[in-house]
């Protein structure tokens, strides 16, 4: 990543690092206004799954499943598609221990897919400017989302399918993947976790990503560990 | 659907998420953490990324599949992050292999 700016509230670098990501996004958020419109919740409240839940998957599960599942069921369900956040948290934890308290109960309210793969390049930096990092692609993303979604209740989906936006995002998320792995330990999480996660990609509810995560990390921690015995 | 039901549903999913981002970056700030877990958070990071990639390339209920211009856009982005060392650039190439193969295939 290019020096930043390092002074004022905003960072220029993220935002300039968060638009990419964000511009698919934004058809995501159609579907989900659209969604909403059509499903079976009260309106307001499907779209304050925006505001509340914030994760676009599992609010489209949400939205779905609402009316047409018990209400446990639409619990699980979108509870299951984002225990992946769980692993996030974890990976983010060491960095947090340098922030201050208020800033590790508020900033995990935004730590999703988009915000958790560009901040995990910027974990070597300072205290203060990782900081300012987190927080203004968090909060870009949240403010965006909020839009984009109560978009898509009025007009849908206006970007054609023939865009194929919906395939950005794994080609940006395998673009951050290769640009960060360093260790050997990182480049065996990474080639187990996707060996793993490819067998096993046609399970329900993006189980999928759940096992080929653990999968990687008890290989990264492996190939770490002999690899320290050794030095 | 009532809209307590609703109501409910938003308030649990969105409590219970919040409280899977944060868990371990609240629990863990001011405890020591054995070796081994340290190896292992090391690895979080890389092995879910990793993880989803995969799964929203070719994840879906019956299997893993793709299209050929997917795997193809895939092979030129990696390629160019590899090579390049830059995000924008690999976009780029993944987004434009896309339409190009997709136009001809």
């Known amino acids: 990543m290019v020096e930043p700016s390092t002074t004022g509230w905003i960072d220029r670098r993220a935002v300039i690092d968060a638009l990419p990501l964000f511009v698919p996004v934004v058809p995501f958020g159609f579907v989900i206004g659209l969604a909403v419109s059509e499903g079976q919740m009260p309106v307001a409240i499907g779209w304050a799954t925006s505001l509340f839940i914030f994760g676009g998957a599992a609010q489209l599960a949400v939205v779905e499943l609402a009316g047409t599942a018990s209400m446990w069921a639409v619990i699980v369900a979108g509870l299951v598609i984002n225990v992946r956040h769980v692993m996030y948290s974890a990976a983010l934890a060491p960095t947090f221990r340098q922030q201050p308290r208020w800033m590790r109960w508020a900033g995990p309210f935004v730590l999703i897919d988009q915000v958790f793969a560009l901040v995990m390049l910027q974990t070597d930096r300072p205290p203060a400017e990782f900081r300012r990092y987190y927080l203004t692609v968090g909060l870009l993303f949240y403010i965006n989302w909020q839009w984009a979604t109560a978009l898509g209740l009025v007009v849908g989906p206006v970007v054609p399918d023939s865009w194929q936006l919906g395939f950005a995002p794994p080609i940006m998320f395998l673009g951050i993947v290769l640009v960060s792995v360093g260790k050997r330990a990182h480049a065996a999480a990474v080639v187990v976790a996707g060996a793993v996660g490819l067998v096993t990609a046609g399970m329900q509810d993006r189980l999928g990503i759940l096992l080929g995560a653990i999968a990687g990390v008890i290989a990264g921690a492996l190939v770490e560990y002999r690899d320290e015995v050794r030095s | ?105």
Request: no cysteine.
């Open chain 2, 1 to 105: 659907m009532s809209t307590w039901s609703a109501v409910a549903i938003v308030a649990v999913v969105g409590l219970m998420t919040y409280s899977m981002r944060a868990v371990a970056i609240v629990s863990l700030a001011d405890r020591e953490v054995p070796a081994w877990a340290e190896r292992a958070l090391r690895s979080v990071g890389p092995a879910v990324l990793a993880a989803l990639t995969v799964n929203l390339a070719a994840g879906g209920e019956g299997g893993p599949s793709m299209e050929i211009a997917e795997v193809l856009a895939l092979v030129a982005a990696g390629g160019a992050a590899l090579w390049r060392k830059n995000l924008l650039v690999s976009l780029a190439a993944g987004m434009i292999t896309l339409w190009v193969v997709s136009a001809f295939v």
